[in-house]
């Protein structure tokens, strides 16, 4: 069975940061981890960034860039930093896994298997 497990969410101060993880196993052939998602109470699901397959090319909506980081470790694990976080920031985060080239376009439709979530809460 496909696992995604996600870990390091939590509460953080604005101004802070923390680290998010997502681990796949037992993906199909053709199958990685390369993109997170958020989606915060009351908005619509939106892409964070994305991370190319093997030479480490990154993609970042306008609201992350410079403040996100998106590393991988394998075709199975990924994170996602979160710098200088602000009350905008709160959300549930998704990481995803696709078969697919959808490092642009963060689309969520080509994603086929996603992690269970982990929710980000910045206190002021």
């Known amino acids: 069975q496909v696992q995604i497990v996600q870990s390091g969410g939590g509460l953080v101060q604005a101004g802070g940061s923390l680290t998010l993880s997502c681990t796949a196993s037992k993906l199909p052939r053709g199958y990685y981890v390369s993109a997170w998602f958020r989606q915060a109470a009351g908005k619509e699901r939106e892409g964070v960034g994305a991370?190319?397959?093997?030479?480490?090319?990154t993609f970042y909506r306008p609201f992350a860039k410079d403040r996100f980081t998106i590393s991988r470790d394998n075709a199975d694990k990924i994170y996602l930093r979160l710098n200088n976080v602000t009350a905008e920031d709160t959300a549930i985060y998704h990481c995803a896994a696709a078969n697919v080239f959808d490092l642009y376009g963060l689309h969520a439709s080509n994603y086929d298997y996603w992690g269970q979530g982990t929710q980000v809460t910045v206190s002021s």
């Open positions: 991370i190319s397959k093997t030479d480490d090319q």
